[in-house]
């Protein structure tokens, strides 16, 4: 069983930064690949970033690209979101999750209860 809390969220104005902390419990996440999703209000949860278990390899959504980092600390069980360059588009409660393999981070198989992010124009 992982548990996952998030953090760092908030209201911010746009071209603001933040940056998100996911906590993670168990002693094998070091063996999970990790994602970050976003869910505006009206809209379908959408695919942010994600980092592997092995090598730390790191994928984006076009949308996010240049703009967000996703890292991860395996000795503090936390991936973190930074978040620069902030958009009002970018608004919307933000979950972390984690998935045994990258192939399976879609469908995750544990998620974070979400925090707020909220871009003023």
């Known amino acids: 069983q992982v548990q996952l809390v998030e953090s760092g969220g908030g209201l911010v104005q746009a071209g603001g930064s933040l940056r998100l902390s996911c906590a993670a419990s168990g002693r094998t996440f070091s063996s999970y690949a990790m994602g970050w999703f976003r869910q505006a209000p009206g809209k379908e949860r959408e695919f942010v970033a994600a980092i592997s278990w092995g090598y730390g390899s790191t994928y984006y959504a076009d949308s996010v690209k240049g703009r967000f980092t996703i890292s991860r600390d395996n000795a503090k069980n936390t991936v973190y979101l930074q978040m620069n360059s902030l958009k009002p588009e970018d608004t919307a409660v933000y979950y972390c999750?984690?998935?045994?393999?990258?192939?399976?981070?879609?469908?995750?198989?544990?998620w974070g209860q979400g925090t707020q992010v909220t871009v003023s124009s």
């Open positions: 999750n984690a998935a045994r393999t990258l192939q399976a981070i879609q469908r995750g198989d544990y």
